[in-house]
Each structure stands twice: as structure tokens, then as C-alpha cells.
């Protein structure tokens, strides 16, 4: 019994905020007493509604009460401290912060295991078992415990709302059926809820066939990449195989033309030495006849000279210049023409022919949208680096050339028909086939530029050059207040947001091409239905003022 009261002394001085024994206790107004920590905290959070109130009974006060500690619940505390903490009972669980807690506990409340509907609060176990036992309470409505009790309660009378008015579509009691209600479509919240469940039940059916159709439709994208990973790890394996036996057909070639080119080496060097030694004997022999016939020239006895003259002067057959055949020194010349030629051939084949080779753009949808957001544009970004072998002389390019800035000199660019002469032009080096996005800043004094795509045969010289003056490049002329859309010299004025910065959106394969203005939003501008019949090349042209620049963004 003894441990009974100091049990029933603990929970009468705990903090029902902490459920801890009270620290520097204090009382409030209505009576009930906190930690000056706990209760100090409670209030702080509701200062911005003016009214603080009792964390147990919900009274309030206004203004803030000034709180003392209570020296006599302080010296009681620790007078129970010094009796040690009793063993709890294990089968009772106290209410947390997130619990329900018990309606009927007073001091330390335990955990709710239901609520009732009728009765409109919530009990623990021991509290509940007169809901089980006795007869008034059998037609009571048991639910798992809610804090949400007392939306049940109707605010204007007080009763609990057992109606449903279909005409304002809220709960209402029965005084709101025959005042602000009458004449209302109005069913019991029971029948109300029948009918909701069966609906419930339809959306249910219907959410259910959506997952079950998604899920199929995972299966089947799942199936695509599967057969897109083979597919691509087929053409990879057979790529390098045939790349393989076409180096060793290359590497066979070589060996061949070596070898016929050192075996011929051979035969024309024996055939030279052969004749060289030949030529150096019939020398030799006529550096001996002529030394015979000018001792004989030397001879005073006549009869000698005429005996010795006809055996000397008998001379051998030279050797004809005719059968001695001088090559030129560029006698191998003719096979490196023609290993030139056909290095030149191999290099259009996989220069101009690349793209029949090259795997088509794979989409794992039938119809890809554009992208709604500019996140989703950002998944395509592309980046673009600008060819100093397509700048005019007027641009320098820089940033790793991905900044063009238009000069008022021209630039010391070595010459090469890609070139652009007519106007302030430059394309990028890569080709762009695909889904692409790019985005280009503006800056400078005038900040007139021409953001374009192109065909890489676009001419370069010339009035017809000019992006949007032909049908080999579509451009959108930006200036600071306006834009204009060029395509086969027809000019179409755009309405939008002034920018700095243009964004484009490439879908080769359907046909895509849409200019955005960017800034805190992104704004569609003007969009290309169209039949792209080559790959195509980014281009910007800074029109008139020195010192503008335009720079492809860095967008990973």
C-alpha cells in the first residue's frame, strides 16, 4: 500500500508536457502546475495567437500570466526524489506527445485504445471495458483513437453532427437541418457515407486498373531497354569485329605493297649494278687499249708500228646507251598516288557516308513530348563549341570557344573554305542529330544576335550566307526589345519576353526546332515543324556593335 501512494504522489507532481517529475514547478491560473521550462515553451508557440492556454483543460488567459516558481511544490519534489523511482507497471503505457491519451486518467494519463462516436472521447483499456459490460453503451461506435474527436461537435449548437446536407456538401446536427438548412437536400452522415464508399470503391477499381495498366507499361519500356542494351551490345561487338578485320585487311594491304614495293626495289637495283658493272669492265678494258695505242704512237720503228697497229686498234662492241634504261628518282612516286587516292576515297567514305553507319536516334517512346519543364529540357543538354575554321575574320573566339565576341579589326585566321566572308558568322564543330538543347547569352551594348541551326553546306560567301537567308539554316534575330524569326529570307515577327538569354530545342528525328526565352521562367517563342535532311550545326551572328559577344552556357 506503502508503494502504492508514492506511485499515486509521482503522477500527481509529473509535468503532463514532459511526463517527468516537475522541475522548478509552477501553477497557472486554473490550477494545474508544469515544469517552468515545459509551460514557458508551450506559451512561447502561442504567442502569435495572443492567447495562451492550460495544455490540459484548455483554459485560456489574456494577458500572459507571470509565472512564480511554487516553493512548496518545488520542496515536495524533491522530497519524493529521495524515495527513488518505483518500478512502473508493465502493462500500462503512457500517452506520448503523438498519443492519444485517455479522457478519463487524471495526473498521468495512459494511451487511448479507442474512441467513441457517441460519447466523443477517447479510453484506455480500463476506461473502455464499461463500453463492453454495459448495456447503455452497446450501441456506442468504437474507431481507433483520434484527436479529431470534437470536429464532430457542431460549432453553432453544440451537438453532434449526424447529418450530411448534400445541397452544401458539410456535415451538419439536426437544429442545422431546420434553421440555416431547410429545405436543404439533406441524409444521414451513415447514408452520406454509403454512397461515398461505393464511389470510393469505383475510384479505388479505377486507381487500381491505372497501376495495373502502368505496370504493364514498365514491363514493356523495361522490355525496350533490355532489347535496346542487346541490340547495342549486338552493334558494338559486330562494330569492332568488322573494324578488326578491316584493319587486318589494311594491315595486309601494307604488308603486300611493302613487299612488292622491296621486291621490285631489288629487281631494279641488280639490273643497274649488273649493267654498272658491265660499263666499269668496257672502261677499264679501253683505259688498257688506249695506254697500249699510245706507247705504240710512241714507236720510231716503222715496221714494229705497222705489225702492232691492226691487233690494237680491232676495238669490242660497246655497250649500246640504248639498253641502259635510267629511271627516274621519283620511280616510286606512282604508288604513292595511288595510295593517296585511295586514302582520300576511305576518308569521304567515312566522312560524308558516316551517317548512314551511325545508329539511328533509339525512342523508347512512339511519340516523345517536348519536355514541360526546363529541367526536363536540361536531360537533353548538348555542348556546343564553336569551329574557328567556320569564324570570320571580325570574331574572336575564346572561353574554349565557346564565346564569340565581334571585333572592330579583323583577325589574323589562316585561310579555308569553310570560312564565312559575308557576314559575322560561325557554326559549331559538332553535328547535332538527336534530341538536343542548347542555351546562348547575350551581352554587350547592343546585343543584336542572330541565334541559328545550319546544314554544314551553307554557303559562305555571299548575300544568301547569311543565316535565315536560305533554305540550309533557320535563325532568331534577338535584339532588346524584340524578335524575329528568318527562314528563306521570310522574316516572321515574334511577341515574348525580352531576354538575355535564348534556349533551343532540337528533335531532329521529328522534325523540332523551338526557341525559349530564359529568366526566372521559361517561354516558348517560336517552334519549326519541319523535315531536317542532313545533320545540323549550331551558328550565332553578331550583328553590328563591337564588342557584343554571344556564349553557348555551360549547363552541367
Given at each position: 500500500m506503502a508503494q502504492k501512494g508514492v506511485q499515486l504522489d509521482r503522477e500527481t507532481f509529473s509535468c503532463s508536457i514532459c511526463l517527468d517529475l516537475l522541475k522548478d514547478p509552477v501553477t497557472i491560473p486554473c490550477g494545474h502546475s508544469y515544469c517552468m521550462k515545459c509551460i514557458t515553451g508551450f506559451w512561447?508557440?502561442?504567442?502569435?495567437?495572443k492567447i495562451h492556454s492550460c495544455p490540459q483543460c484548455r483554459q485560456s488567459f489574456n494577458p500572459r500570466p507571470v509565472l512564480l516558481k511554487s516553493t512548496m511544490l518545488a520542496a515536495l519534489v524533491e522530497e519524493l526524489k529521495k524515495t527513488g523511482p518505483p518500478p512502473a507497471p508493465a502493462d500500462l503505457?503512457?500517452?506520448?506527445?503523438?498519443?492519444?491519451?485517455?479522457?478519463?486518467?487524471?495526473?498521468?494519463?495512459?494511451?487511448?485504445?479507442?474512441?467513441?462516436?457517441?460519447?466523443?472521447?477517447?479510453?484506455?483499456?480500463?476506461?473502455?471495458?464499461?463500453?463492453?459490460?454495459?448495456p447503455v453503451f452497446k450501441k456506442h461506435k468504437l474507431v481507433e483513437p483520434?484527436?479529431?474527436?470534437?470536429?464532430?461537435?457542431?460549432?453553432?449548437?453544440?451537438?453532434?453532427?449526424?447529418?450530411?446536407?448534400?445541397?452544401?456538401?458539410?456535415c451538419i446536427c439536426s437544429l442545422c437541418s431546420v434553421e440555416e438548412h431547410k429545405g436543404h437536400d439533406t441524409v444521414s452522415a451513415a447514408a452520406e457515407r454509403t454512397e461515398r464508399q461505393r464511389e470510393l470503391e469505383g475510384s479505388r477499381q479505377n486507381i487500381q486498373q491505372r497501376i495495373q495498366d502502368g505496370e504493364k507499361e514498365v514491363k514493356l519500356l523495361q522490355q525496350e531497354v533490355e532489347a535496346v542494351n542487346g541490340s547495342a551490345d549486338k552493334a558494338v561487338v559486330d562494330s569492332e569485329k568488322m573494324f578488326t578485320e578491316l584493319i587486318r585487311l589494311m594491315e595486309k594491304r601494307s604488308s603486300d605493297v611493302k613487299q612488292q614495293v622491296r621486291s621490285q626495289q631489288k629487281r631494279e637495283v641488280s639490273r643497274v649494278k649488273e649493267l654498272q658493272e658491265k660499263?666499269?669492265?668496257?672502261?677499264?678494258?679501253?683505259?688498257?687499249?688506249?695506254?697500249?695505242?699510245?706507247?705504240?704512237?710512241?714507236?720510231?720503228?716503222?715496221?714494229?708500228?705497222?705489225?702492232?697497229?691492226?691487233?690494237?686498234?680491232?676495238?669490242?662492241?660497246?655497250?649500246?646507251s640504248s639498253s641502259i634504261n635510267i629511271r627516274p628518282l621519283s620511280y616510286f612516286e606512282d604508288v604513292t598516288a595511288a595510295l593517296s587516292a585511295v586514302r582520300d576515297k576511305l576518308q569521304d567514305v567515312l566522312r560524308e557516308e558516316w551517317t548512314n553507319v551511325s545508329p539511328t536516334e533509339v525512342d523508347v517512346l512512339l511519340s516523345a513530348a517536348e519536355p514541360a519543364t526546363r529541367a526536363g529540357f536540361l536531360t537533353y543538354s548538348q555542348e556546343i563549341t564553336l569551329d574557328p575554321n567556320t569564324a570570320h575574320t571580325l570574331l574572336v573566339l575564346s572561353e574554349g570557344g565557346r564565346k564569340a565576341t565581334l571585333m572592330g579589326q579583323?583577325?589574323?585566321?589562316?585561310?579555308?573554305?569553310?570560312?564565312f566572308t559575308g557576314y559575322s558568322q560561325v557554326l559549331s564543330r559538332e553535328s547535332l542529330t538527336g534530341r538536343c538543347y542548347w542555351e546562348v547569352e547575350r551581352r554587350g551594348r547592343g546585343r543584336e544576335v542572330e541565334v541559328a541551326v545550319a546544314y554544314k553546306n551553307i554557303i559562305r560567301a555571299g548575300d544568301e550566307s547569311s543565316f535565315g537567308h536560305n533554305d540550309k539554316s533557320w535563325a532568331l534575330f534577338c535584339n532588346q526589345h524584340s524578335y524575329t524569326f528568318r527562314y528563306n529570307r521570310i522574316d516572321t515577327p515574334i511577341s515574348g519576353p525580352p531576354s538575355s538569354r535564348v534556349g533551343v530545342y532540337l528533335d531532329h528525328r521529328a522534325g523540332i526546332l523551338s526557341f525559349y526565352s530564359i529568366s526566372e521562367t521559361m517561354t516558348l517563342l517560336h517552334r519549326v515543324h519541319t523535315t531536317f535532311t542532313q545533320p545540323l550545326h549550331a551558328g550565332v551572328w553578331i550583328c553590328y556593335n563591337y564588342g557584343d559577344t554571344a556564349e553557348f552556357c555551360k549547363l552541367k
Amino acid at each position: 500500500m506503502a508503494q502504492k501512494g508514492v506511485q499515486l504522489d509521482r503522477e500527481t507532481f509529473s509535468c503532463s508536457i514532459c511526463l517527468d517529475l516537475l522541475k522548478d514547478p509552477v501553477t497557472i491560473p486554473c490550477g494545474h502546475s508544469y515544469c517552468m521550462k515545459c509551460i514557458t515553451g508551450f506559451w512561447d508557440g502561442e504567442d502569435e495567437k495572443k492567447i495562451h492556454s492550460c495544455p490540459q483543460c484548455r483554459q485560456s488567459f489574456n494577458p500572459r500570466p507571470v509565472l512564480l516558481k511554487s516553493t512548496m511544490l518545488a520542496a515536495l519534489v524533491e522530497e519524493l526524489k529521495k524515495t527513488g523511482p518505483p518500478p512502473a507497471p508493465a502493462d500500462l503505457c503512457y500517452a506520448g506527445a503523438e498519443d492519444v491519451a485517455c479522457d478519463v486518467c487524471t495526473g498521468r494519463k495512459l494511451r487511448a485504445c479507442k474512441s467513441c462516436l457517441v460519447c466523443l472521447a477517447s479510453y484506455c483499456d480500463k476506461h473502455l471495458q464499461p463500453h463492453y459490460e454495459l448495456p447503455v453503451f452497446k450501441k456506442h461506435k468504437l474507431v481507433e483513437p483520434s484527436k479529431k474527436l470534437q470536429e464532430n461537435i457542431c460549432s453553432r449548437h453544440d451537438e453532434v453532427m449526424k447529418l450530411f446536407c448534400r445541397t452544401d456538401q458539410q456535415c451538419i446536427c439536426s437544429l442545422c437541418s431546420v434553421e440555416e438548412h431547410k429545405g436543404h437536400d439533406t441524409v444521414s452522415a451513415a447514408a452520406e457515407r454509403t454512397e461515398r464508399q461505393r464511389e470510393l470503391e469505383g475510384s479505388r477499381q479505377n486507381i487500381q486498373q491505372r497501376i495495373q495498366d502502368g505496370e504493364k507499361e514498365v514491363k514493356l519500356l523495361q522490355q525496350e531497354v533490355e532489347a535496346v542494351n542487346g541490340s547495342a551490345d549486338k552493334a558494338v561487338v559486330d562494330s569492332e569485329k568488322m573494324f578488326t578485320e578491316l584493319i587486318r585487311l589494311m594491315e595486309k594491304r601494307s604488308s603486300d605493297v611493302k613487299q612488292q614495293v622491296r621486291s621490285q626495289q631489288k629487281r631494279e637495283v641488280s639490273r643497274v649494278k649488273e649493267l654498272q658493272e658491265k660499263l666499269e669492265q668496257e672502261i677499264s678494258e679501253l683505259k688498257r687499249r688506249d695506254a697500249e695505242l699510245k706507247l705504240l704512237s710512241h714507236t720510231e720503228d716503222h715496221n714494229q708500228f705497222l705489225h702492232s697497229y691492226p691487233s690494237l686498234s680491232a676495238l669490242s662492241e660497246p655497250t649500246h646507251s640504248s639498253s641502259i634504261n635510267i629511271r627516274p628518282l621519283s620511280y616510286f612516286e606512282d604508288v604513292t598516288a595511288a595510295l593517296s587516292a585511295v586514302r582520300d576515297k576511305l576518308q569521304d567514305v567515312l566522312r560524308e557516308e558516316w551517317t548512314n553507319v551511325s545508329p539511328t536516334e533509339v525512342d523508347v517512346l512512339l511519340s516523345a513530348a517536348e519536355p514541360a519543364t526546363r529541367a526536363g529540357f536540361l536531360t537533353y543538354s548538348q555542348e556546343i563549341t564553336l569551329d574557328p575554321n567556320t569564324a570570320h575574320t571580325l570574331l574572336v573566339l575564346s572561353e574554349g570557344g565557346r564565346k564569340a565576341t565581334l571585333m572592330g579589326q579583323h583577325q589574323s585566321y589562316s585561310s579555308h573554305p569553310d570560312r564565312f566572308t559575308g557576314y559575322s558568322q560561325v557554326l559549331s564543330r559538332e553535328s547535332l542529330t538527336g534530341r538536343c538543347y542548347w542555351e546562348v547569352e547575350r551581352r554587350g551594348r547592343g546585343r543584336e544576335v542572330e541565334v541559328a541551326v545550319a546544314y554544314k553546306n551553307i554557303i559562305r560567301a555571299g548575300d544568301e550566307s547569311s543565316f535565315g537567308h536560305n533554305d540550309k539554316s533557320w535563325a532568331l534575330f534577338c535584339n532588346q526589345h524584340s524578335y524575329t524569326f528568318r527562314y528563306n529570307r521570310i522574316d516572321t515577327p515574334i511577341s515574348g519576353p525580352p531576354s538575355s538569354r535564348v534556349g533551343v530545342y532540337l528533335d531532329h528525328r521529328a522534325g523540332i526546332l523551338s526557341f525559349y526565352s530564359i529568366s526566372e521562367t521559361m517561354t516558348l517563342l517560336h517552334r519549326v515543324h519541319t523535315t531536317f535532311t542532313q545533320p545540323l550545326h549550331a551558328g550565332v551572328w553578331i550583328c553590328y556593335n563591337y564588342g557584343d559577344t554571344a556564349e553557348f552556357c555551360k549547363l552541367k
